[in-house]
């Protein structure tokens, strides 16, 4: 979510949502702005909030600042939100509108519309095959198939994730790392970006991780899927390398019902 305040045809503030619990972007850039904000113009790549959660209502502070008027990317799909906002400013005479560049905003957002409209993550897929299909030799050794590029553009994707998730099969034929890698990443902050490790989350059936797996001696946290809760010893090792578990019945191991 971002925020760009105009007055005079000159940016006068700026802000993003930084993370979850703390000021929305609308809130940092009405501070960047100050007294510049009154009589100027609002650019939100969101809907601005009209409840009272985390944080107060983004729409009454643009009410207080005396905006004149608010351009939103998208309506927001939280069903706390959806319009709400929008009608809270045009009640009070801001004028408003919406659709400008919906579609880009839409993309700068998958993971939190799909919370709100399908209850559930944003999921992407990431798979590899050779022209013939295949995706391992015919000994099941595993040999790189894609190039520089493809693997940059996988560290990007995971650089913009919450979570990785990985069968144990994957861990055990390829010892995956399932990491963020600054030597990947081919971007001008890529170590500042490798300092925050997505989730992993291991799909492990019949409590199978190697405890030797390079992924577990990975910076960042580690949460492993079974549906053996009898195997407390395998469970309390897991506990001792600071890692997660969780017992499933294998039902819950659905796709659907996991995610």
């Known amino acids: 979510m971002g925020c760009v305040i105009v007055r005079d045809d000159q940016v006068v503030g700026e802000g993003f949502h930084l993370r979850a619990g703390e000021p929305h972007a609308e809130i940092h850039a009405l501070n960047a702005a100050g007294e510049h904000a009154k009589g100027a113009t609002a650019y939100v790549t969101l809907e601005p909030c009209s409840h009272t959660g985390r944080t107060g209502p983004c729409a009454v502070a643009l009410l207080e600042a005396k905006v004149a008027r608010v351009v939103i990317a998208m309506q927001d799909p939280n069903p706390q939100v959806s319009g709400r ?19 880009e905003a839409r993309a700068l957002n998958p993971g939190f519309i799909a919370r709100m409209t399908r209850q559930r993550p ?23 198939i894609t190039g520089p590029e493809a693997r940059a553009q996988v560290q990007r994707l995971r650089a913009r994730s919450s979570a990785i998730l990985s069968g144990v099969e994957s861990i055990i034929m390829d010892d995956s790392r399932l990491t963020l890698r600054a030597d990947q990443l081919q971007l001008a902050n890529a170590a500042e970006a490798v300092q925050r490790q997505p989730l992993r989350v291991i799909l492990d059936t019949r409590l199978r991780l190697p405890l030797a797996a390079a992924c577990l001696s990975e910076p960042g946290r580690t949460l492993v899927i079974t549906t053996l809760p009898t195997r407390l010893k395998s469970v309390r090792v897991l506990h001792r390398l600071a890692l997660k578990s969780m017992c499933c019945r294998p039902a819950v191991m659905a796709a659907s019902t996991l995610l």
């Open 122 to 144: 944003f999921v992407r897929l990431k798979m590899a095959m050779s022209l013939d299909g295949r995706t391992a030799m015919g000994s099941g050794e595993s040999q790189w």
């Open 85 to 103: 906002g929008i009608r809270l400013l045009e009640e009070a005479g801001i004028e408003v509108a919406v659709g400008l560049l919906e579609s």
